[in-house]
């Protein structure tokens, strides 16, 4: 197989990352009571991996459990303190609730999670890093930061419509392959969906049916492959499993307006 070119790009506005400032590891009983009357300077998550805690915020009042997360606000008045006599949580502070909001994490909201084991092995790993406090570190500690709020995010997903997961390797799987003839009935079958379900959810998360995102897939390929290597016309035709390559310059110049040898040569 002749290799095939195409980019992959975030293509939305830069992300702003959370700058990580700290951690604590809080093991608390009754005695432990804090009152912020000028809320906390920065944002910050709660975890709860034992016991219960007690947080109010403003005029809002939030019991923290085990298997529970909780993004504060900065600048509200804040009280929290352990219920029970038993309240252990790792407790984080960053500089911007961005990301939080970009990853469609609720902020000021008690969360149930299922992933605290892996939660609690990250905010381990951040803390030993910043005992040891190897090259790097710094860096080290804001990369768990985002490995953490992605396995909330990634749970969380507060919209099944919005995301179809069960197509992530469908897509995949057509990426590694747009060099061969794929079929839709294999997607489908691949997918385990129903026909009808496929091509629903297939166009709610990309907007096309499934030919018109290998179509489309595939003469981007040939597009980049234009641009940057020696391959005839008639080659990406074929590598890229089109009829031939007079069906491939018909659908090429349907696309971006202009043959492909006319599109080489004017690059």
Known sequence: MSYMNIPYVLGKAPITFPQFISIWKVQANDAY??????????PGL?????????????????????????????????????QDDNWKFYYLDFSSLDMIRNLQLPVSTVETTGKVAEAVL?????????????????????????????LLAREHESSPTSRQTELDNILIYIHRNMDKGIRVEELIERSGLSRTAFFSRFRALTGQSPSEYMLNLKLESAKVSLETTSLTVKEI????????????SKLFKRKYGQSPSTWRSSR
Do not use: P, W
């Open 33 to 42: 009571n804090i009152t912020n009357r000028e809320g906390f300077v920065v």
């Open 46 to 82: 709660f975890i709860t991996y034992e016991g219960k805690g007690i947080l109010s915020q403003g005029n809002n009042r939030h019991e923290l459990q085990a298997g529970t997360f909780f993004f504060v606000q900065e600048a509200i008045v804040t009280e929290y303190r352990c």
């Open 122 to 150: 990250l905010c381990e790993r951040m803390i030993d890093t910043l005992i040891a406090e190897s090259f790097g570190y710094a860096y080290s500690a804001n990369i768990i930061l985002q490995q953490l709020l992605v």
């Open 237 to 248: 035709a074929s590598h890229l499993q089109f009829y031939d390559e007079f069906h491939f």
